[in-house]
């Protein structure tokens, strides 16, 4: 799956995310778009919810157009970053996941698991995330009830 225009997507993650995060920031690029970094950048405890933040400000303020946030589980980290209104985080765990969050729901943010899922399964989610358009539709109206 190789999208037809490169992307600018930021990354951000918590202690526990940091080796996945690193590996998807590779990822990116390898997929031919530029990845921005957010942190955290080592395994000292930090705070989940202040690097979903973080990611949900980038993108809303365009310097990204798409976003990858990691924690532990990918729950708490998701919930940070969706409290910000047109943010639309996807936790996903397969790349069927990842490829309805955006075809349907059109995430702008994928979250993932560093304890849930493998790396190779985590950079198909995000291979597939990032090649896929969002429908629009029927789903339009269903998205824009999103806020």
Same mark, same amino acid.
């Given at each position: 799956?190789?999208?037809?225009?490169?992307?600018?997507?930021?990354?951000?993650?918590?202690?526990?995310?940091?080796?996945?995060?690193?590996?998807?920031?590779?990822?990116?690029?390898?997929?031919?778009?530029?990845?921005?970094?957010?942190?955290?950048?080592?395994? @000292?405890?930090?705070?989940?919810?202040?690097?979903?933040?973080?990611?949900?400000? $980038?993108? *809303? =303020?365009? !310097?990204? /157009?798409? #976003?990858?946030?990691?924690?532990?589980?990918?729950?708490?980290?998701?919930?940070?970053?969706?409290?910000?209104?047109?943010?639309?985080?996807?936790?996903?765990?397969?790349?069927?996941?990842?490829?309805?969050?955006?075809?349907?729901?059109?995430?702008?943010?994928?979250?993932?698991? @560093?304890?849930?899922?493998?790396?190779?399964?985590?950079?198909?989610?995000?291979? $597939?995330? *990032? =090649?896929? !358009?969002? /429908?629009? #539709?029927?789903?339009?109206?269903?998205?824009?009830?999103?806020?």
């Amino acid at each position: 799956m190789q999208p037809t225009t490169s992307r600018r997507v930021a990354l951000a993650s918590d202690h526990a995310g940091v080796a996945l995060k690193d590996a998807l920031r590779d990822a990116v690029t390898a997929l031919g778009h530029t990845a921005l970094d957010l942190g955290t950048h080592g395994d @000292a405890s930090v705070d989940y919810p202040d690097f979903g933040d973080k990611l949900a400000r $980038a993108v *809303l =303020a365009g !310097e990204a /157009e798409l #976003g990858v946030l990691v924690c532990g589980t990918g729950i708490g980290i998701s919930i940070a970053a969706n409290r910000h209104k047109g943010i639309r985080a996807a936790l996903c765990h397969d790349t069927t996941s990842a490829r309805l969050s955006r075809q349907h729901n059109d995430a702008n943010v994928l979250a993932l698991g @560093a304890r849930m899922i493998g790396i190779e399964v985590a950079k198909d989610c995000l291979a $597939a995330f *990032l =090649a896929t !358009e969002f /429908e629009g #539709g029927r789903h339009a109206g269903r998205v824009n009830k999103l806020g």
